[in-house]
């Protein structure tokens, strides 16, 4: 499958790294940051996986459903712990991270 046709996983990949990463470098300004070290870390996690699943979707992985089921938990994971802090950035951010997993699930199906 050429990557044309995952453009808009691609597109949900990117969103949900940037909406991680702006996440993440919220976070460190928080004023209790070692109330944010979990979120912190999955935002990181989350950034990287789906920075390298967009590229490797773009150059056509063979492992398309290996990496999109670890891209869904690593999401989910970071979407959960983000969920749980009222910061506007860490609400957006689950968002963006639950979307990317169900979209994740599905490539991975």
């Not at 050429?2 to 990463?21: G, K, P, R």
Request: net charge negative; proline share 1%.
């Amino acid at each position: 499958m050429s990557h044309e046709n995952y453009q808009s996983v691609i597109q949900t990949l990117h969103e949900c790294m940037t909406a991680c990463n702006h996440c993440y470098d919220a976070c460190l300004k928080e004023e209790n940051v070692n109330m944010m070290v979990d979120c912190i870390r999955l935002d990181r996690e989350c950034a990287d996986i789906c920075a390298y699943l967009e590229q490797a979707l773009g150059r056509g992985t063979p492992f398309v459903s290996e990496l999109a089921q670890v891209c869904a938990q690593i999401c989910e994971a970071c979407g959960n712990e983000c969920k749980k802090h009222n910061h506007e950035h860490c609400q957006k951010c689950a968002d963006a991270c639950l979307k990317c997993a169900e979209e994740c699930r599905k490539l991975a199906a």
